[in-house]
C-alpha cells in the first residue's frame, strides 16, 4: 500500500493549513497518510526533525511518498540523505535552502544549522523517482532564484504558485488542488 507522510512547517502543526483537507482526499484515493506531528514546533532541531521522520517510517520502499512544508521540506531531503532506497516521491511546497526577512536573532540562531549544513543532492537525487515543488514568487521567506534552481538539481518538476506567499492558509490555501493533481 502506497504510504504518505505529510511534515508540516516550522511552529506548524498537522492541523494547519492544506495539510488536513490534503490528508482526507488523499485517503479517499486509497493512500494510508500519516500527517505527523513533529517535535518541537517553534524550536525545530535538524537530528531530532530527522529522527522522528526516520521512526515514523520505519522501512521505506518505493510506495513511499513525501510532503512536507516549508522546512518540512528540509527534514525529507535531510531523510532522503540518510536512506538507501529509492522512495516514489516527494511534494515540496514552499521549499527551501535559504531564507529571508528572518524575524530576529533567535530565529536566525534557528536556522542557521538548517541553512548552513549543506545537502548532498546527488544522494536524495539517487533516492527519489519524481519529486515537485510548489513555489511562491512572493514568499516572503524565499530566494525565489536560488530555490528554484536547487530543486531544479534534484529534477523536481517545478510549478510556480503566483502570488501565493508562503502557501499557508494565511495566503488563502486551505486546500491545495494542484498538489493534489500531481499524485
Known amino acids: 500500500m502506497k504510504r504518505v507522510f505529510i511534515i508540516h512547517c516550522w511552529s506548524g502543526g498537522p492541523n494547519d493549513d492544506w495539510r488536513p483537507w490534503l490528508k482526507v482526499e488523499l485517503e479517499k484515493l486509497g493512500y494510508q497518510v500519516y500527517n505527523l506531528s513533529m517535535p518541537d514546533p517553534h524550536t525545530p532541531v535538524i537530528e531530532k526533525w ?20 516549508s522546512i518540512g521540506c528540509q527534514t525529507i531531503l535531510r531523510y532522503l540523505e540518510i536512506i538507501d532506497v529509492k522512495v516514489a516521491g516527494a511534494f515540496f511546497v514552499a521549499g527551501w535552502f535559504d531564507l529571508a526577512n528572518m524575524e530576529d536573532e533567535e530565529v536566525k540562531e534557528i536556522a542557521r544549522p538548517w ?4 545537502i548532498d543532492l546527488e544522494k536524495v537525487k539517487k533516492n527519489l ?30 510549478i510556480v504558485l503566483p502570488n ?10 486551505k486546500e491545495l488542488p494542484i498538489l493534489l493533481d500531481k499524485f
Open 50 to 69: 530527522v529522527s522522528y521522520l526516520e521512526k515514523e517510517v520505519g522501512t521505506p520502499d518505493e510506495e513511499t511518498i513525501f510532503v512536507g512544508h
Open 115 to 118: 541553512i548552513e549544513n549543506k
Open 129 to 158: 523517482f519524481k519529486s515537485f515543488l510548489f513555489i511562491s514568487d512572493n514568499d516572503p521567506f524565499n530566494y525565489f532564484e536560488l530555490n528554484k534552481e536547487k530543486f531544479s538539481e534534484l529534477g523536481s518538476e517545478i
Open 164 to 173: 501565493a506567499g508562503h502557501i499557508t492558509e494565511d495566503d488563502g490555501f
